[in-house]
């Protein structure tokens, strides 16, 4: 697959490089976050939202709207699922990493996608990239063998456990957690996920 860079002009769709934010502590802090084997994600850590940097995203990304600041750390080469949200979401590249990234647009009626539409894309580490609404994403994809670091931010209580019973038709099913609608591959094997994707599970 053909690995893009983040500020190649093909990126502009899904989303843009974040300039003249203060990283420097937050890079150092995500040091001390596990990087396992597996993916793992944490969707707030009172250690990264004490942060100045913290302030900044809220004030000048989310306009003022509370924010969460996470991280996806671990070890990863597949696609296996796509989600969006009612939001932009930042990621912060602690390591090099790739996103595979798709258009909601390109979700059918029936909220199968494609995943021949997939792109990937080359983020270095220290890049502030801001993905738009309509933005296909998961998990980013690691770039060397030690595995991927990233920093998440989003509006306060996204990716956490529902309190309401999600829908059984049409786009509600596609809800796993709060401002999360989730479209997964079926070889992925994620318990309860709707499995929409289809084509290849892409690897890199």
Known sequence: MNVQKVTDKSFRKYGRVLEGYSLSDLLEAMKHTPLPDEVIYVPSVEELEAIPAAQEFKN?????LPIQIGYCNGKNKKLNALEYHRS???????????LLTGMEQDVGEDYTYDTSHVEAFF????????????TLHYAPCMASETGFRAVVVLPAGTNTELDFPAGESG???????????????EEAGIEGAFCGLRGENIEL
């Not at 000048?60 to 003022?64: M, Q």
């Not at 912060?92 to 990493?97: I, N, P, R």
């Not at 786009?171 to 591959?185: G, S, V």
């Open 60 to 64: 000048r990304a989310f306009g003022g």
């Open 88 to 98: 932009s979401e930042i990621n912060v590249a602690v390591t090099d990493m790739i």
């Open 123 to 134: 983020v270095p580490a220290g890049t502030a990239v801001e993905m738009y609404a309509t």
């Open 171 to 185: 786009e509600e099913r596609l809800i796993t957690a709060k401002n999360k609608w989730l479209i997964a591959h």
